[in-house]
């Protein structure tokens, strides 16, 4: 079974919300995946920032790869959160 996180909710998932907001999905993600401790996943996301503010915007096949990663980050975290906390985290996006 995967190990269970505590990422504390309210607060830390309402930072992730306020990224999402101003339109930074990439940001949130970045967020998410810290709190998650996903390392690999985090050190992607910072790439794709980078290529991201690079190119001014996200182009298509950035955009679909940012997407894989956001499945890993929501499937890590269906696995290691409580499904409440899965539920705030997952609207947080």
Same mark, same amino acid.
């Given at each position: 079974?995967a190990k /269970?996180?505590?990422? !504390?909710?309210?607060?830390? #998932?309402? @930072?992730?919300? /306020? ?8 940001? @949130?993600?970045?967020?998410?995946? *810290?709190?998650?401790?996903?390392? %690999? %996943?985090? *050190?992607?996301?910072? =790439?794709?920032? @980078?290529?991201?503010?690079? +190119?001014?915007?996200?182009?298509? !096949?950035?955009? @679909? $790869? &940012? =997407?894989?990663l $956001?499945?890993?980050?929501?499937? =890590? %975290?269906? &696995?290691?959160?409580s499904? +409440? +906390? #899965?539920? +705030?985290?997952h609207?947080? #996006?």
């Open positions: 079974m /269970r996180h505590r990422v !504390g909710g309210g607060k830390r #998932f309402s @930072a992730i919300k /306020r990224r999402t907001n101003i339109n930074d999905h990439t940001g @949130a993600l970045i967020l998410g995946a *810290k709190m998650l401790g996903m390392d %690999a %996943a985090l *050190k992607r996301l910072k =790439h794709v920032e @980078a290529l991201q503010d690079i +190119e001014g915007h996200l182009p298509q !096949g950035l955009g @679909a $790869y &940012r =997407h894989q $956001y499945q890993e980050v929501m499937d =890590h %975290a269906q &696995r290691s959160l499904p +409440e +906390e #899965f539920e +705030e985290f609207g947080s #996006f």
